[in-house]
């Protein structure tokens, strides 16, 4: 029988507050972390490589970071748009095809093209959303 509502605490990868029973447990509504599953406190989180997506005004920085909470409170940006997992050759991929819209560096133009690719990835979920959920795949596996 699966039962939701409020878990005991806030989930310690996404801060979530909803769950459902499952077994003797608890498992976070939003990233599916089995609450109480605590990693060795002296062990990083996983590394979850992700290719951001990050708005300033009408461009859109494409980059990719194994610490993106980090990555991102450094870069000057209006919007974190999505993130997809994955490293450098994703990275390398998603610059090469939107090459055309390149301004310089990682910074392209934010056309109905990109829209549409970013459209794609936000309708898998919210980004930070989705990163927890990845964390807390690691973290099982
Ligand atoms: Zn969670």
Not at 65 to 88: D, K, N, V, Y
């Amino acid at each position: 029988m699966v039962t939701s509502g409020a878990l005991p605490g806030p989930c310690m990868l996404c801060g979530g507050d909803r769950g459902s029973r499952v077994g003797g447990g608890w498992e976070c509504a939003a990233c599916g972390w089995r609450y109480g599953d605590v990693p060795d406190a002296d062990l990083p989180l996983p590394r979850i490589q992700v290719v951001y997506y990050l708005r300033f005004d009408r461009r859109v920085k494409i980059g990719t970071s194994a610490r993106p909470r980090q990555r991102l409170a450094a870069i000057w940006h209006e919007e974190l748009l999505a993130f997809e997992q994955g490293g450098r050759p994703l990275e390398q991929q998603r610059h090469r095809e939107f090459a055309g819209i390149r301004e310089g560096g990682e910074w392209f133009t934010l056309t109905d093209e990109l829209a549409t690719h970013i459209a794609a990835l936000r309708a898998v979920g919210d980004p930070w959303q989705l990163y927890a959920r990845w964390l807390s795949e690691a973290l099982r596996a």
